[in-house]
T-cell receptor, first 108, second 114 residues
Framework: LAKTTQPISMDSYEGQEVNITCSHNNIATNDYITWYQQFPSQGPRFIIQ???TKVTNEVASLFIPADRKSSTLSLPRVSLSDTAVYYC?????????FGKGTRLHILP | GAVVSQHPSWVICKSGTSVKIECRSLDFQATTMFWYRQFPKQSLMLMAT?????????EQGVEKDKFLINHASLTLSTLTVTSAHPEDSSFYIC??????????FGPGTRLTVT
């Protein structure tokens, strides 16, 4: 499975747009890119998934360039409750390997 | 989204005893279930993958005789930690999927071995 690299931590302020970029240089043709959010002592929660270009849902957008070697999760107008760990994952045949994730801290 | 439950949410047991953790998909049939372990401030580590009716596939370094996984039906998988020791204390999380790339995660089970 493709290894993912993302910043260890990020700080932002309430109301700002937050972009978290992930690199996955060894992504294969059939792999999908998925982002999860995890709060302390809880299971991860699915945020968004994409294959290429742009995907948007009610909570986030996912931007994937043509070469698919990276992706950017965009969280619009974050709030304090968005403080969590965000995992960028490459999914192949249903199998997920978690990387270290990005610890996002939202400040008032 | 789909709901996955785990029971118990937390458990304390004595060293040398066995503990069973249940994972249930409540509103869908899970063809595949996964078990993860997470230590404090660390990421999730995949322990094993199980398909209904077949033996689980364990990741390298995970002792299959210590962590017994049973996937008896399309809605239930169990993880039994046998002869638990304090180093087995961790947060155990299951997930379930059905012929898709999206995994639905349970809320986790906090195991403390004294």
């Amino acid at each position: 499975l493709a290894k993912t690299t993302q910043p260890i931590s990020m700080d932002s302020y309430e109301g700002q747009e937050v972009n978290i970029t992930c690199s996955h240089n060894n992504i294969a043709t059939n792999d999908y890119i998925t982002w999860y959010q995890q709060f302390p002592s809880q299971g991860p929660r699915f945020i968004i998934q994409g294959y290429k270009t742009k995907v948007t849902n009610e909570v986030a957008s996912l931007f994937i360039p043509a070469d698919r070697k990276s992706s950017t999760l965009s969280l619009p107008r974050v709030s304090l409750s968005d403080t969590a760990v965000y995992y960028c994952l490459v999914v192949r045949d249903d199998k997920i390997i978690f990387g270290k994730g990005t610890r996002l801290h939202i400040l008032p | 989204g789909a709901v996955v439950s785990q029971h118990p949410s937390w458990v304390i047991c004595k060293s040398g005893t066995s503990v069973k953790i249940e994972c249930r998909s409540l509103d869908f049939q899970a063809t595949t279930m996964f078990w993860y372990r997470q230590f404090p401030k660390q990421s999730l580590m995949l322990m094993a993958t199980s398909n209904e009716g077949s033996k689980a596939t364990y990741e390298q370094g995970v002792e299959k005789d210590k962590f017994l996984i049973n996937h008896a039906s399309l809605t239930l998988s169990t993880l039994t930690v046998t002869s638990a020791h304090p180093e087995d204390s961790s947060f155990y999380i299951c997930s379930a999927s059905w012929q898709s790339y999206e995994q639905y995660f349970g809320p986790g089970t906090r195991l403390t071995v004294t």
